[in-house]
């Protein structure tokens, strides 16, 4: 029963933030769209905060569990976007709010999965010698993780506008080369 109504509440929250600002969603809407009373629902969640991150993390292990492996800088692009898409406008409405901070943190997260799942790719294909990728990881993890999450939050900025996105693609598709231009790079710096 307790995981039933712990699930109860997040799909409300959800339903909720699907149609209104995160401000404008109280525990008390929460608590009587799903027929429970307040205390069940602070069993389950300290705040509404606690239940937004909850929620997140969940969208993002999702988003890789469903993008098990990438092979390329376009299917980071994709893995990534399909994350902060997911349910626009429930995505939106955390964007504009106060836990804005909780989204772009599992945004970032999930860009450095992807990006270190490519590099690692990159590195068993023998596209990348693997002493450089180990030397240098992060730094490299790090340039894209942050390249990813600054194109996602313009993205976000437009509205989710579509042709944002199919330009940003076409932009990593002509980047598809990535792999060479990471290794000459490493090369260049030893």
Not at 39 to 60: C, V
Not at 128 to 150: A, E, H, M, P, T
């Amino acid at each position: 029963m307790a995981k039933f109504t712990r699930e109860a509440i997040k799909a409300t929250f959800l339903r909720l933030l699907e149609e209104r600002p995160f401000s404008e969603i109280t525990v008390k809407n929460i608590v009587e769209e799903c027929g429970i009373n307040r205390n069940s629902f602070y069993y389950h969640f300290q705040d509404l905060p606690s239940l937004l991150e909850e929620i997140i993390r969940e969208e993002s292990d999702a988003v890789i569990e469903k993008y098990s492996s990438v092979n390329s800088i376009v299917e980071c692009f994709d893995a990534i976007e399909d994350f902060a898409s997911h349910r626009k406008r429930a995505i939106m409405h955390i964007y504009r709010s106060v836990s804005r901070d909780v989204f772009e943190r599992y945004l970032m997260k999930t860009g450095e999965y992807f990006i270190s799942q490519y590099i690692d790719a990159l590195a068993a294909e023998g596209e990348i010698d693997q002493s450089l990728i180990s030397r240098n990881k992060s730094l490299i993890v790090g340039y894209y993780k942050c390249l990813f999450f600054g194109v996602i939050i313009e993205w976000l900025e437009s509205g989710m506008d579509e042709q944002l996105a199919k330009d940003f693609r076409r932009i990593f598709r002509l980047k598809a080369d990535t792999a060479d231009e990471l290794a000459d790079i490493l090369r260049s710096q030893l």
